[in-house]
């Protein structure tokens, strides 16, 4: 089966002076949340990511600004531009990420599956065609 490259996770946003959005196991995340990490005051116009996950999932939003999100499972590459609290993506593993059109405002929050761990990253492009190509 073709499994989809780009999942929206849409999550419920309550009105209550402000807007207050939440997220939780199983309803919206698919997976249990090990790790929380945000990425607050990037560096305009320098992208982000460029790396896939051997098996780390993730659930990313953009709380603030907005963010262009390529993915690419090897195969098929596809664009989205975030730019609301309540609509996030699922980044699965083997799927090439990169983040771009950030400015200093965007604010990123990511739920992730698995604690960190620097050799989950495939970090080599060629790298990560064989190990897609291989496994999708
Ligand atoms: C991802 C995208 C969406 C840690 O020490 N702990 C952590 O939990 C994380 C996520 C990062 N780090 C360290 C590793 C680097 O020294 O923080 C530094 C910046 O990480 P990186 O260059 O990987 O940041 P991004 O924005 O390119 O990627 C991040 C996540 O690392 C990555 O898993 O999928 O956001």
């Given at each position: 089966?073709?499994?989809?490259?780009?999942?929206?996770?849409?999550?419920?946003?309550?009105?209550?002076?402000?807007?207050?959005?939440?997220?939780?196991?199983?309803?919206?995340?698919?997976f249990?949340?090990?790790?929380?990490?945000?990425?607050?005051?990037?560096?305009?116009?320098?992208?982000?990511?460029?790396?896939?996950?051997?098996?780390t999932r993730q659930?990313?939003?953009?709380?603030?600004?907005?963010?262009?999100?390529?993915?690419?499972?090897?195969?098929?590459?596809?664009?989205?531009?975030?730019?609301?609290?309540?609509?996030?993506?699922?980044?699965?593993?083997?799927?090439?990420?990169?983040?771009?059109?950030?400015?200093?405002?965007?604010?990123?929050?990511?739920?992730?599956s698995?604690?960190?761990?620097?050799?989950?990253?495939?970090?080599?492009?060629?790298?990560?065609?064989?190990?897609?190509?291989?496994?999708?």
């Amino acid at each position: 089966m073709v499994k989809k490259l780009v999942k929206f996770v849409k999550v419920p946003k309550i009105k209550d002076d402000g807007f207050l959005c939440f997220a939780q196991n199983p309803d919206q995340i698919p997976f249990e949340i090990k790790r929380v990490y945000y990425i607050t005051s990037p560096v305009a116009g320098l992208p982000r990511g460029k790396h896939a996950h051997k098996k780390t999932r993730q659930v990313l939003f953009c709380l603030k600004g907005k963010v262009r999100m390529v993915l690419n499972n090897g195969r098929k590459k596809s664009e989205i531009v975030l730019s609301s609290p309540e609509k996030g993506i699922m980044i699965e593993p083997k799927t090439w990420h990169e983040m771009l059109d950030m400015n200093e405002n965007t604010v990123l929050l990511v739920l992730a599956s698995k604690r960190y761990d620097p050799k989950d990253y495939i970090r080599n492009y060629d790298e990560f065609l064989r190990i897609a190509r291989t496994h999708t």
